[in-house]
């Protein structure tokens, strides 16, 4: 009987490790800033430290995020990041931010997905229409409408989108539970590919035909690049 609730124990210590693996690393110490000169520097989950004593306020702060982002685009969005790039000091502390910019009438963050994170979004401003899909083979539509003050949460991993569709300007700021969550563009990966997919696949996995396939890499293929 014991060796049989040894062997229980062991199957959810091993379980639990490999949950806590795949989130950020807890940090080992009480900050890690990032440098790109590694003279002075230790590596540490996928930045090289500054000395702690050579840190300043500089390392933790971000100006800016009160500046509207430019939403003259084809997608009349704007994703402005607080992560490690911008942020050296959140390095190692699994956390990071987004201003997001959305144009009157339609303007769209697309259906995206973040690989290392769940993201909490709270709108400031307008009306925008939001979601996320399940993974298969349910593929689950979540959505809801939000007004400034709501809070809606797209877990990791899932693709998601938020679409304003008020006739005013729209504000929203998330919160992603990585330092550098990662972000996929559905469209842009599949269509705008570099090297391009075989038109073969994607015509037969989306039932198109190949000439609207090979029209839709040219058009994503020049945005990416």
Known sequence: MKGVQFLVAFVLLALASKLVS????????????AINDTKDGVFVNG???????????????????????????????????????????????????????????????????????TEILVVVEGTLSVGFV??????RLFTKVLYPGDVFVFPEGMIHFQFNIG?????AFAALSSQNPGV??????VFGSDPAINPDVLAKAFQLDQNIVKQLQSRFWWDNN
Do not use: W
């Not at 939403?71 to 607080?82: C, H, I, K, R």
């Not at 006739?167 to 504000?171: F, G, I, L």
């Not at 996929?184 to 990966?189: G, K, M, V, Y």
């Open 47 to 117: 930045k090289f430290c500054k000395d702690p004593k050579l840190a300043t306020a500089e390392d933790f702060f971000l100006p800016g995020l009160n500046i509207p982002g430019n939403t003259s685009n084809q997608v009349g969005s704007m994703v402005t990041p607080a992560n490690v790039q911008q942020i050296p000091g959140l390095n190692t502390l699994g956390i990071s931010l987004v201003r997001i910019d959305y144009a009157p009438y339609g303007g769209l963050n697309p259906p995206h997905t973040h690989p290392r994170a």
């Open 184 to 189: 996929i563009t559905i469209a842009n990966a």
């Open 22 to 33: 795949a989130l950020d690393p807890s940090p080992l110490q009480d900050f890690c800033v």
């Open 167 to 171: 006739s005013t300007n729209a504000v």
């Open 134 to 139: 399940t993974s298969n083979t349910d593929n």
